[in-house]
Nanobody
């Protein structure tokens, strides 16, 4: 299995930026599609962004399109979420996740088997 550790969360004012990182260890990193999900207090965990094994394709949730960018470095076994123009509505715990199967949609939370512990992002107005 793969172990995932997120970092980079924190408190930022609306309009600011944060960069989240997820470090993977264990099995071969390129065996996994990678995704970011978030969960606000009292809410369900929702899809934010994902990237295929090679990094050739990326996908974004409607609420973050044009503001967030996902990328991966297969040499360093990391996946990054660059978050710009942050809004109070982006406040949530952000989770990194790994998808082992090649089938299923990259935005389908049920396809992700391995999860990090999460990192808190708080955007103040």
């Amino acid at each position: 299995q793969v172990q995932l550790v997120e970092s980079g969360g924190g408190l930022v004012q609306a309009g600011g930026s944060l960069r989240l990182s997820c470090a993977a260890s264990g099995r071969t990193f390129t065996n996994y599609g990678m995704g970011w999900f978030r969960q606000a207090p009292g809410g369900e965990r929702e899809f934010v962004a994902s990237i295929t094994r090679s990094g050739s394709s990326t996908y974004y949730g409607d609420s973050v399109k044009g503001r967030f960018t996902i990328s991966r470095d297969n040499n360093k076994n990391t996946v990054t979420l660059q978050m710009n123009s942050l809004k109070p509505g982006d406040t949530a715990v952000y989770y990194c996740a790994a998808k082992e199967t090649r089938i299923g949609a990259m935005w389908d939370i049920s396809q992700y088997k391995y999860w990090g512990q999460g990192t808190q992002v708080t955007v103040s107005s």
